[in-house]
DNA sequence: TTACAAATGAGAATGATTAGCATTAGCAAC
DNA sequence: GTTGCTAATGCTAATCATTCTCATTTGTAA
């Protein structure tokens, strides 16, 4: 019911595939979701969305704010829900695997390094690509 | 004439596309350019080649280690000659110019945020999206 | 030269994402 | 509760970068 609340603060009105999607990010399940895969999640418990609906909403609630788009190697973005802090991602190139940290001397050092250059942060993307180590990984995908 | 010898030590048989893109490259007019970039100034200097031939290529070198994939915002990825030393971007969300630097600090504290999670670091992209500050910035595109 | 595998080029195919448009569903005013 | 209008949805077709297919051409080593 709470979601109901989020989209109308956020100027967003109340339908039902956007309650889905706010729903699948808010029950932290996985953090880290494509359109594809929200499309797959939907359908397989039951609910009966269209796949540019998806991306519609995921874009939509990426303009409002409360999901922030990533985009990791390979060919599709990924979103999560915003919650207020930044911070970067590593991937595990064999499991997938997506571990999350924030580092304030990198953030510090990379607004140092663009302001000397006569530049003004606007954003910034980090990505690790790392393999986990053994036996974390299970080798998955 | 040096790139004959580039590609022989790459192991790549000397065709005259490759031959053609390297020096593209090594002109050192743009550092940083797509598929399509190569495509059109090919083209436009009286070689033709097929797109095609430019992105197998493109990927070739990469490979090789010739070049460098980068995958700035946007979609299409571009390529930069790989002269050893590592380095990282600052895009100008307005112009496009593109800065490179390099931070000790940041490549230590990347390692160390990956290693106390147990990952082994493969690979990294750091991108810096942000305005070139008045009047350098041109507003091209 | 010859011979043959490797490379090229033109166009079709792919895969993620978006656009177009007829149909449906929120929601505010009766 | 109905009505009515606009915004949202869900197909499908279109885009766009990139890759694949395959017939033709080239580099190269004998
Ligand atoms: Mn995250
Ligand atoms: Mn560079
Ligand atoms: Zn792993
Ligand atoms: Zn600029």
């Given at each position: 019911?709470?979601?109901?609340?989020?989209?109308?603060?956020?100027?967003?009105?109340?339908?039902?595939?956007?309650?889905?999607?706010?729903?699948?990010?808010?029950?932290?399940?996985?953090?880290?979701?494509?359109?594809?895969?929200?499309?797959?999640?939907?359908?397989?418990?039951?609910?009966?969305?269209?796949?540019?609906?998806?991306?519609?909403?995921?874009?939509?609630?990426?303009?409002?704010?409360?999901?922030?788009?990533?985009?990791?190697?390979?060919?599709?973005?990924?979103?999560?829900?915003?919650?207020?802090?930044?911070?970067?991602?590593?991937?595990?190139?064999?499991?997938?695997?997506?571990?999350?940290?924030?580092?304030?001397?990198?953030?510090?050092?990379?607004?140092?390094?663009?302001?000397?250059?006569?530049?003004?942060?606007?954003?910034?993307?980090?990505?690790?690509?790392?393999?986990?180590?053994k036996p974390k990984c299970q080798y998955k995908s």
């Amino acid at each position: 019911m709470n979601e109901l609340i989020q989209l109308k603060s956020a100027g967003l009105k109340s339908t039902l595939p956007r309650l889905k999607v706010l729903s699948l990010f808010e029950s932290g399940n996985d953090r880290h979701l494509s359109a594809e895969d929200v499309y797959r999640k939907l359908l397989a418990s039951g609910d009966d969305v269209g796949l540019a609906t998806v991306y519609r909403v995921l874009n939509q609630f990426e303009q409002a704010g409360l999901l922030v788009k990533h985009h990791f190697e390979g060919d599709k973005s990924v979103f999560e829900l915003n919650q207020g802090e930044h911070h970067d991602h590593i991937v595990c190139l064999q499991c997938g695997r997506v571990e999350e940290f924030y580092d304030a001397t990198i953030e510090l050092r990379q607004k140092k390094a663009a302001a000397e250059r006569g530049f003004a942060v606007h954003d910034h993307s980090l990505y690790i690509y790392a393999n986990c180590i053994k036996p974390k990984c299970q080798y998955k995908s």
